[in-house]
């Protein structure tokens, strides 16, 4: 007889999490600082809710309504807006935060060999064409590349960006 499966109730999950005050300062973030697309970030505010990270997104028009779109949860998101991606970079790694770039290049680090994030960490998300622009590039103190078997280039940037946010958050 195989043992019975019963999913786990809305209070225990609760009680099964973290109890303490959110803090963006000892914290994760993600970057997906040239979107393309809103669906993309409406999943990394949820992926971001999930992992307990913080969402540093561009002030462009259209965003503010793709981010509350993925927000499903109808509570205040911790959302970080930037009207100057580089300078924001710049700034993070002055304080010491290690800028981590979801990128396809020469030097990446497989993401299964991504250590957990002990540090104040930016996961910088390029655009869905074109990737991380070259001169934030520079601003990287590393990158992570996720293999692939198949016939593609590159996962989707919000699925990306949700699989490097939960390894480096220690979850997986």
Excluded at 4 to 13: A, M, Q, V
Excluded at 122 to 129: A, I, K, N
Excluded at 136 to 156: F, K, Q, R, T, Y
Aim: one cysteine or more; proline letters at 9%.
């Amino acid at each position: 007889m195989s043992p019975r499966i019963r999913p786990r109730t809305p209070d225990e999950l609760r009680r099964g999490r973290r109890n303490r005050a959110h803090s963006c300062w000892d914290h994760l973030y993600a970057a997906p600082l040239w979107p393309l697309h809103g669906a993309n970030l409406g999943t990394l505010a949820r992926t971001c809710d999930a992992v307990g990270a913080c969402l540093t997104v561009p002030r462009f028009p259209w965003v503010p309504e793709a981010v509350a779109r993925g927000n499903t949860l109808r509570r205040p998101l911790c959302t970080h807006w930037t009207g100057d991606p580089l300078g924001w970079l710049g700034r993070q790694r002055e304080r010491g935060t290690k800028i981590v770039g979801v990128e396809l290049a020469d030097e990446a680090v497989r993401l299964a060999d991504l250590p957990t994030a002990r540090e104040p960490t930016v996961v910088v998300l390029g655009h869905e064409q074109s990737g991380i622009p070259p001169e934030a590039l520079d601003l990287l103190d590393v990158c992570v590349e996720i293999p692939m078997v198949g016939h593609g280039a590159s996962l989707n940037v919000a699925v990306a960006g949700s699989l490097v946010l939960y390894k480096l958050a220690g979850l997986l």
